[in-house]
């Protein structure tokens, strides 16, 4: 398994990290056999939020895993806090009682890794500042992120927290690319050149900020996966085509788009299927060409000026 630095905080992670967001739909010997396959594919590195599963998904993998003190010792465990029942919350106070409960759920006694779920509004950046401080401290949380915020929100918030923030978590798949393709029609009087992203994907690699991928087989809102969806014939015939060309998956060279962004931006995977998970591995692998990854990004329907 190829590894990735998130940020440049020295931190290395699988080139990957398993998303635990259904982790709640299937049966414990199914969970535990799939987490056995993603440790023996080196896959490691496991992204979970509080709300997963109405707050059940983390508590599920610790019980799958069979988390104890040596086990703890050979993953990485990542989740994310915020998002309340109706509103976002990032005060001090249900920063800190999250984690304690996500703690507690994964029978862990600290997070690799905390983002911040969603903005919210009323944000006091002071607060957020002392929470992930006394978390630090207290060795709760070792590295701090965020997930859907611009480039303002982050810089805002980077101006009181200490400790650097490594990670944005972005929907970003071949159908949902606009963070892209707002950077290739610079200057152009269309619809793909309005800026809905404040320039984020290179506002990230400026500030080394690692990009995680989520929901990377999307197409819109939770609307469903692109692969093999009648709705895309010219973007599966072309993800076909190199499929077959590199002997894998149609999984796999969707992965295999997103790795050839030179930003190392790394996908969150949400299967909770042992053979998807090797395709999606396998994606990590496979280095498209330029004309096939721009052969692909066309055939979603994405132009060029």
Avoid at 62 to 79: K, P
Avoid at 100 to 118: F, G, I
Avoid at 119 to 132: G, I, K, Q, S
Wanted: charged residues 20%.
């Amino acid at each position: 398994m190829k590894t990735i630095n998130l940020g440049n905080s020295g931190f290395i992670t699988p080139a990957i990290a398993v998303g635990c967001m259904r982790i709640n739909k299937i049966e414990k010997k199914e969970a535990e056999s799939f987490i056995k396959t993603a440790l023996d594919l080196g896959a490691n590195f496991f992204d979970h939020a509080d709300r997963y599963g109405n707050g059940a998904c983390e508590s599920i993998f610790a019980d799958a895993i069979g988390m104890s003190s040596s086990v703890r010792e050979n993953i990485l465990l990542q989740s994310k806090c915020g998002i309340r029942q109706g509103y976002f919350d990032f005060s001090k106070e249900h920063i800190l009682k999250s984690v304690d409960e996500s703690l507690k759920k994964l029978k862990t006694s600290y997070l690799d890794v905390l983002l911040l779920h969603r903005p919210d509004a009323l944000m006091e950046c002071e607060e957020v500042a002392e929470a992930f401080s006394e978390l630090h401290t207290k060795g709760k949380v070792r590295h701090f992120g965020v997930s859907n915020q611009n480039p303002s929100q982050i810089q805002l918030l980077q101006k009181f927290v200490k400790q650097p923030l490594i990670i944005n978590q972005l929907q970003l798949s071949i159908t949902n690319a606009t963070m892209i393709s707002e950077g290739l029609h610079v200057n152009m009087n269309d619809d793909a050149a309005v800026n809905r992203n404040g320039g984020v994907l290179d506002f990230c690699r400026l500030h080394d900020i690692t990009i995680q991928a989520w929901s990377p087989f999307q197409y819109g809102t939770f609307e469903g996966v692109f692969l093999g969806n009648e709705k895309f014939p010219t973007l599966n015939a072309e993800i076909d085509k190199l499929a077959e060309k590199y002997g894998v998956s149609n999984t796999s060279i969707a992965l295999a788009w997103i790795f050839r962004h030179p930003a190392k931006i790394q996908p969150i995977t949400g299967t909770m299927n042992s053979g998807r998970l090797r395709d999606c591995i396998a994606g990590s692998e496979i280095t498209l060409t330029r004309e096939e990854w721009y052969g692909i990004y066309k055939a979603a329907g994405n132009t060029l000026p």
